[in-house]
T-cell receptor
Framework: DSGVTQTPKHLITATGQRVTLRCSPR?????VYWYQQSLDQGLQFLIQ???????AKGNILERFSAQQFPDLHSELNLSSLELGDSALYFC????????????FGQGTRLTVV | DQQVKQNSPSLSVQEGRISILNCDYT??????FLWYKKYPAEGPTFLIS?????DKNEDGRFTVFLNKSAKHLSLHIVPSQPGDSAVYFC????????????FGTGTRLKVLA
């Protein structure tokens, strides 16, 4: 158990809908990262927050947004969903923003039908 | 533009022998490197990391080597065990600018009993 909690574990929704994925980081970790893994491909970096502020942005679609709340949990919002958005979404957390290991949650498997 | 590359998608090794997984990177700003292991339907698990000020880091059966001039790192697993069968990802992070982990596409290791 990494200490990073992601909910829900599985999500099935229709095209055009909007979903919210939730992540609770390890106790004491200030940095949260979101990654997308499609069809056994690599992990694509989406976005990073550190202590409530956005720190880095990757190839995140405009239909996707995220935020980190004062209690440090984070949410990834995916809207106007398309079939191609079906993927595993991972959240990771680390105690600081750099030069340290990140710990991953179990992921949320999103299926868009 | 794949900044972190794992050119071998798969590797098979006999139990008890050495497994060597390779990773190349292109961005000279990367100075912190990590290896993760991933089982199907689970989040990546942190294995070992190395800072650019070192050329070797060891943790039990796992050793990571870094060759900065060649922009190459490798993970050695000795001796390999069937439980090591998984997908291994290398990741890199810069210490300045935008702080994020860039992952390779992974190498699937199969340890044969």
């Amino acid at each position: 158990d990494s200490g990073v909690t992601q909910t829900p574990k599985h999500l099935i929704t229709a095209t055009g809908q909007r979903v919210t994925l939730r992540c609770s980081p390890r106790s004491g970790d200030l940095s949260v990262y979101w990654y997308q893994q499609s069809l056994d491909q690599g992990l694509q970096f989406l976005i990073q927050y550190y202590n409530g502020e956005e720190r880095a942005k990757g190839n995140i679609l405009e239909r996707f947004s995220a935020q980190q709340f004062p209690d440090l949990h984070s949410e990834l919002n995916l809207s106007s969903l398309e079939l191609g958005d079906s993927a595993l979404y991972f959240c990771a957390s680390s105690v600081q923003a750099m030069n340290t290991e990140a710990f991953f949650g179990q992921g949320t498997r999103l299926t868009v039908v | 533009d794949q900044q972190v590359k794992q050119n071998s998608p798969s590797l098979s090794v006999q139990e008890g022998r050495i497994s060597i997984l390779n990773c190349d990177y292109t961005n000279s700003m990367f100075d912190y490197f990590l290896w993760y292991k991933k089982y199907p339907a689970e989040g990546p698990t942190f294995l070992i990391s190395i800072s650019s000020i070192k050329d070797k880091n060891e943790d039990g059966r796992f050793t990571v080597f870094l060759n900065k001039s060649a922009k190459h790192l490798s993970l050695h697993i000795v001796p390999s065990q069937p439980g090591d069968s998984a997908v291994y990802f290398c990741a890199a992070s810069p210490s300045s600018g935008t702080y994020k982990y860039i992952f390779g596409t992974g190498t699937r290791l199969k340890v044969l009993a």
